[in-house]
């Protein structure tokens, strides 16, 4: 890919996260399949930019953001989540859907407790919660997410 090509799917990238981001944070409405979308599109653009230009991510991330919670499936986890579950916050360190040795997709993430208290109430060190693909498409969960501020 040229670098204008890059360039171009950069600035785009960019410009959607902006647009989602200001969609989510000013008229915040779960039940709206549009606002569903831009927390989707957001997570989409800023996982372009991480490839295309982490400067960018660094840009829209590294000034003003705030934090939301979200109820989603939970296919739709991302790195850098705080997951609610077990009775802890768990913070995201990376998830996937992979296969299992019989075969079946399933959707796990590697998680570790936010804080002292959390790691207490489950594990001390890093570790993997996996659910199969199908349930975890329709499994709904509770993540606090950072997005960037939207520009005024």
Do not use: N
């Amino acid at each position: 890919m040229s670098d204008s090509t890059t360039a171009t799917r950069a600035a785009a990238a960019k410009a959607s996260a902006r647009q989602a981001s200001a969609r989510i944070a000013h008229r915040p409405d779960p039940q709206d399949p549009a606002w569903c979308k831009a927390v989707t599109d957001l997570e989409d653009a800023l996982g372009c930019l991480r490839d295309a230009d982490p400067d960018a991510v660094e840009e829209l991330m590294g000034g003003r953001t705030h934090r939301i919670t979200l109820e989603i499936p939970r296919t739709l986890v991302a790195k850098g989540d705080i997951l609610h579950g077990f009775g802890a916050r768990l913070t995201v360190l990376d998830t996937d859907v992979t296969a299992t040795p019989d075969g079946d997709a399933e959707w796990w993430a590697k998680v570790e407790g936010v804080t002292t208290a959390d790691r207490r109430a489950t594990y001390r060190e890093p570790w993997r919660v996996a659910i199969a693909l199908g349930t975890a498409m329709w499994d709904i969960v509770t993540v606090e997410r950072v997005i960037p501020e939207p520009l005024a």
